[in-house]
């Protein structure tokens, strides 16, 4: 009987320190994303202005697809070089959900349209609202608000988290 008090003991005293250790985890884990996230999009907006060039993908000009792939890359997380490409990654947030680093997707230039053709990086949820930045035809490499823009509220598709979901390249 005292053995199996001492088990049962010793098993709740490995489960406690089980639970305490995946709890440390988590929260180094999420301190990571959240860093990791910060980090993609204070390199994001060091190219405010840069023009907008289709199929853009370096400093002298970029698309709004090449421009998400050449943040997230400096980081170590490959992404393919189209919207629609990128609109299947990760998996799909809420826009109650969105935080900085999400994906967010838009329709391209016909909004009656369901394929994506417009992508940009979530910067800011402030009250339910959210803004981004991404690479516009008019204007390249630019903020804007989800809600006070009626142009993106009709292509709005959906956000979707990548940091945290996909792999990063080896050594990064």
């Not at 639970?19 to 993609?40: I, N, P, W, Y």
């Not at 370096?58 to 919207?83: E, I």
């Not at 935080?99 to 992508?119: C, E, Q, T």
Request: with cysteine; hydrophobic share 40%.
């Amino acid at each position: 009987m005292l053995r199996k008090v001492l088990l049962t003991g010793v098993f709740f005293c490995f489960l406690n320190v089980s639970f305490a250790q995946r709890a440390a985890v988590d929260t180094v884990r999420a301190t990571t994303l959240e860093s990791v996230s910060g980090d993609v999009l204070d390199f994001a907006e060091k190219h405010l202005h840069i023009r907008y060039r289709s199929g853009g993908t370096s400093r002298g000009g970029f698309d709004c697809s090449g421009f998400v792939r050449f943040c997230f890359q400096k980081f170590g997380m490959l992404l393919p070089h189209s919207s629609a490409s990128m609109g299947v990654l990760g998996h799909a947030v809420d826009t109650r959900d969105a935080r900085p680093g999400d994906l967010i997707f838009f329709k391209g230039s016909n909004s009656r349209a369901s394929r994506i053709g417009h992508v940009g990086i979530v910067s800011e949820v402030k009250d339910g609202k959210i803004r981004f930045i991404h690479s516009a035809h008019n204007g390249g490499v630019r903020f804007d608000w989800l809600h006070a823009e009626a142009y993106y509220q009709r292509r709005f598709t959906g956000v979707r988290r990548v940091i945290g979901v996909l792999d990063f390249l080896p050594g990064r």
